[in-house]
């Protein structure tokens, strides 16, 4: 029965926790922890089908786009598609691949009699409207962070690669009058770490297992040299943003460098007294994450690196960011997006956020044996402590409406510090009108919270209407933000948005990420995947 055990676990959770698993089974054969980084592999994907097509009659053999092909030209000129233009004609393809990628496009052409390079313009869409849309300062399309619109020039009976973004669909336009353009293969490059799944999920709900395996890969999508946050925008390391996604690749991939790499850069680039990103809340997530990094894979050296940066800011937290009464004095820092405009909430979710970090930090001092560090932490916070039913009392005076923007926000991180029951938190706020009001990045906390409570069915229901919404909108990777108010009469993301419907990219989005600028390839929005894990499986990292 012990070896069946050991095998099951094994299978499901990955390699994740097999140290506690040894503790279990000393007697059992041991089963060494292989170190993982993935190297970037390179694969090549023909389109899956031919969405749409201007001036069609000018462009003959399509079909052959859809071919598996073997990027090399020949001499045969055989299954060629040719695009013929006039002075007045420009015809246009878009293409579906199928599913969200990271990556480039390749082009190999066949041999027109004209030798003369051909000019096209080239646009990537994570949705189809987006490959169809113009940059024009009003609609969110930019050019910002990857160039995902641009012109270019193909080559007589060559090859070119072109691009580095996140896309789904690619539109390309013959630009040149009256020219012939003979295109033997149009490929997308997937770029990706080649990583073993080492953590799997299956239950009886199909619809939550595969929400769990969108989940791993989008994170797997944005595990580039470092963990990204968008692959198609935010091609940058946000340090709040990554606690889910190292929850998520702590639960399916196990010890990966782009998370140290990606923590280490920020460090490097960021010296005290500055704060992370240029947000205070995001220097109190590198604590965060830094802890349950540890606990996930115990590297010891690892933590010890960060010995003299964690007392550092600790130190100023404590000294700058804490006044003697127990009270976090910056007034509330930034949450997430969603729920920016509700100062109660991020008043008090800030509150919360500072007890979780001062927490971690003072466990990471004692395993490091900084003693008194640790033990101003555990004053700091038990005076914090003190002070939080007068928190919480002011949060729900503040907070007129329960479902306010925001306020599920605040409410899942005093639950999760331990100043808000998290049952009360449940039943007042988190439950109330469902998966409305749920946001994509702070879904993990609210779920957690919802877990902590004991209300595992309702949290499974949430997954399924909100996380599940975005599959039904045609989402092969989970956006940067979600909406349910969003859904009423809109298109999904793999078609064009027919007469009378709304654009659920383009007509949609807030703050920084208005219209197509809006990511539909986030980290952070992998929280059920960790969820999952842990809460339906069953399985927890107890110590490091």
Not at 212 to 219: K, L, S
Request: net charge negative.
């Amino acid at each position: 029965m012990k070896k069946l055990s050991l095998a099951l676990i094994i299978i499901v959770v990955g390699g994740v926790l097999l140290a506690a698993i040894e503790r279990i089974f000393p007697e059992e054969q041991t089963v060494q922890i292989d170190e993982h980084t993935g190297e970037l592999k390179r694969e090549y994907i023909s389109p899956t089908r031919i969405v749409w097509t201007e001036h069609g009659d000018n462009i003959s053999n399509i079909e052959y786009l859809l071919r598996e092909g073997n990027g090399q030209a020949d001499l045969t000129n055989s299954h060629i598609c040719v695009v013929k233009s006039t002075s007045t004609e420009h015809p246009a393809i878009l293409l579906d691949f199928g599913r969200e990628l990271h990556g480039g496009l390749q082009i190999v052409t066949g041999m027109p009699a004209d030798h003369t390079p051909v000019r096209i313009r080239v646009r990537y869409g994570e949705s189809a409207s987006e490959a169809m849309c113009e940059i024009d300062g009003r609609n969110g399309a930019t050019n910002d962070h990857a160039i995902r619109d641009f012109e270019t020039t193909l080559p007589w009976l060559g090859k070119i690669e072109l691009g580095n973004s996140g896309f789904r669909f690619v539109r390309i336009d013959l630009l040149d009058d009256n020219r012939e353009l003979h295109l033997k293969e149009v490929r997308a490059i997937s770029i990706m770490r080649d990583l073993k799944y080492r953590g799997t999920f299956e239950c009886n709900d199909e619809r939550l297992n595969q929400i769990w395996q969108t989940g791993a890969r989008t994170v797997h999508l944005n595990m580039q040299e470092y963990l990204w946050d968008g692959i198609k925008r935010d091609r940058l390391v946000w340090m709040g943003d990554m606690h889910p996604e190292v929850m998520t690749i702590s639960h399916v991939f196990g010890q990966n460098e782009v998370v140290p790499k990606s923590l280490d850069l920020l460090k490097s680039v960021t010296p005290l007294p500055n704060w992370m990103n240029t947000m205070y809340t995001y220097s109190l997530w590198w604590i965060i994450v830094q802890r349950d990094w540890y606990h996930f894979h115990g590297d010891n050296q690892y933590l010890e690196n960060q010995r003299d940066y964690l007392v550092g800011l600790l130190d100023i937290l404590l000294t700058k960011r804490i006044d003697e009464n127990g009270y976090e004095t910056s007034g509330g820092g930034f949450l997430d997006w969603p729920s920016n405009a509700n100062q109660p909430a991020m008043k008090a979710g800030t509150q919360a956020l500072m007890m979780m970090a001062i927490k971690a930090g003072g466990e990471l001092c004692a395993y490091l044996g900084e003693e008194a560090m640790a033990t101003r932490c555990q004053e700091r916070y038990a005076k914090m402590e003190e002070v939080a039913p007068k928190i919480v009392e002011q949060y729900f005076r503040e907070t007129e409406h329960p479902t306010a923007p925001g306020s599920k926000q605040a409410a899942s991180l005093m639950a999760l510090a331990g100043i808000l029951d998290a049952e009360k938190a449940n039943a007042d706020v988190l439950t109330v009108e469902g998966a409305r009001g749920f946001s994509t990045f702070y879904g993990y906390y609210m779920l957690q919270a919802m877990a902590k409570a004991g209300d595992y069915e309702g949290a499974m229901q949430v997954i399924r209407d909100f996380w599940g919404a975005m599959l039904d909108m045609g989402a092969t990777s989970f956006w940067e933000d979600f909406n349910i108010d969003w859904l009423p009469n809109a298109a999904r993301i793999d078609e064009l948005v027919p007469e009378g419907k709304k654009d659920i990219h383009g007509d949609f989005g807030d703050y920084c990420y208005k219209g197509f600028r809006h990511s539909l390839c986030h980290g952070w929005a992998s929280g059920p995947t960790a969820w999952l894990s842990r809460h339906v499986l069953g399985v927890e990292v107890v110590e490091p």
